[in-house]
């Protein structure tokens, strides 16, 4: 039922779009993609005059166009959503590899606030949220999760029930001269300082729940809460009580979404078969500058 009540509404927003085409509607959006909860916000607003709609006769009419709005304004945004540190979603619909829909149907998904009028009723606004925690299962394609790096000679390693990457400052970028701060994308790569890939996608199970994402960033404060582990509750739920804390040493990538952490840290990792299967948990989780934590339309 749920499927089918899908595709009538995206009928209904494909019917909008002929209707609309030969006007230009007035409209303001505004919002952001926030990492840290994985989601994002919006809120839009259209001008019913610039639509040719009057009130009260129009209403159902100016519903609609503002759906239709919405869907013009966020599938721009949605395929600009960083994948990785050269990636896109955009380019991964350009190259054939997820089919157009994909993209429509996750703006389809959004929760929507009840459509509400401007004071003068000159205009209509409202407000939508996307979640995206489980857009990770929709973009990749390995069916097994991969092991991680092998070492010929395991270090005695402390067991740990998650991992922290704190790369809250700026930091040298690998093989440039700058120092750049980490940007945050839905399939991070962890490299060690000898440049050994220690994480990426491929590690992570693909039998993702609802509520799990692969990639998790977070501020600082977040790891000096005034709890028994320091850690906020949210943050507890993805690295438990006793995490592996690591400093970045700096950061890799086109653009720079990898962080490099010291060798000594990724023997602690790769050492321990518990350690290891953090990563194929997806234990792992960023502190960022709290700038870093949004990005706006």
């Given at each position: 039922m749920a499927f089918i009540q899908r595709?009538?509404?995206?009928?209904?927003?494909l019917a909008?779009?002929?209707?609309?085409?030969?006007?230009?509607?007035?409209?303001?959006?505004?919002?952001s993609l926030d990492w840290e909860q994985?989601?994002?916000?919006?809120?839009?607003?259209?001008?019913?005059?610039?639509?040719?709609?009057?009130?009260?006769?129009?209403?159902?009419?100016?519903?609609?166009?503002?759906f239709s709005q919405y869907f013009d304004r966020m599938r721009p945004f949605i395929l600009s959503i960083r994948l990785d540190s050269s990636t896109i979603i955009g380019d991964l619909v350009e190259a054939g590899e997820i089919p157009p829909t994909v993209v429509d149907m996750l703006a389809l998904q959004a929760?929507?606030?009840?459509p509400?009028?401007?004071?003068?009723?000159?205009?209509?606004?409202?407000?939508?949220?996307?979640?995206?925690?489980?857009?990770?299962?929709?973009?990749?394609?390995?069916?097994?999760?991969?092991?991680p790096a092998r070492i010929i000679n395991p270090r005695p390693a402390a067991e740990y029930t998650g991992i922290i990457i704190i790369a809250e400052d700026k930091l040298p970028v690998h093989g440039r001269k700058n120092y750049e701060e980490l940007l945050p994308c839905l399939f991070p790569k962890i490299w060690d300082t000898e440049m050994h890939l220690i994480y990426d996608k491929k590690m992570t199970r693909p039998d993702w729940g609802a509520d799990f994402a692969m990639v998790h960033y977070t501020g600082a404060g977040s790891i000096f809460e005034n709890t028994p582990s320091g850690l906020s509750a949210s943050l507890q739920k993805v690295v438990g009580d006793k995490p592996l804390r690591v400093i970045a040493r700096g950061v890799f990538g086109v653009n720079?979404?990898?962080?490099?952490?010291?060798?000594?840290?990724?023997?602690?990792?790769?050492?321990?078969?518990?350690?290891?299967?953090?990563?194929?948990?997806?234990?792992?989780?960023?502190?960022?500058?709290?700038?870093?934590l949004n990005k706006g339309l």
């Open positions: 595709n009538i509404a995206f009928g209904l927003f909008a779009c002929v209707f609309l085409e030969a006007r230009e509607i007035k409209s303001s959006i505004t919002g994985m989601r994002i916000d919006v809120e839009l607003s259209i001008e019913l005059a610039s639509a040719g709609i009057r009130l009260p006769s129009g209403r159902t009419q100016a519903e609609e166009i503002l929760s929507r606030q009840a509400k009028y401007s004071v003068d009723f000159r205009a209509i606004s409202s407000a939508y949220m996307i979640d995206l925690k489980n857009i990770g299962s929709k973009l990749v394609n390995h069916r097994q999760s991969a092991r720079p979404t990898d962080p490099i952490i010291d060798r000594a840290d990724a023997l602690n990792i790769l050492s321990s078969e518990t350690n290891k299967r953090l990563l194929n948990e997806g234990r792992v989780a960023f502190i960022v500058p709290a700038a870093a």
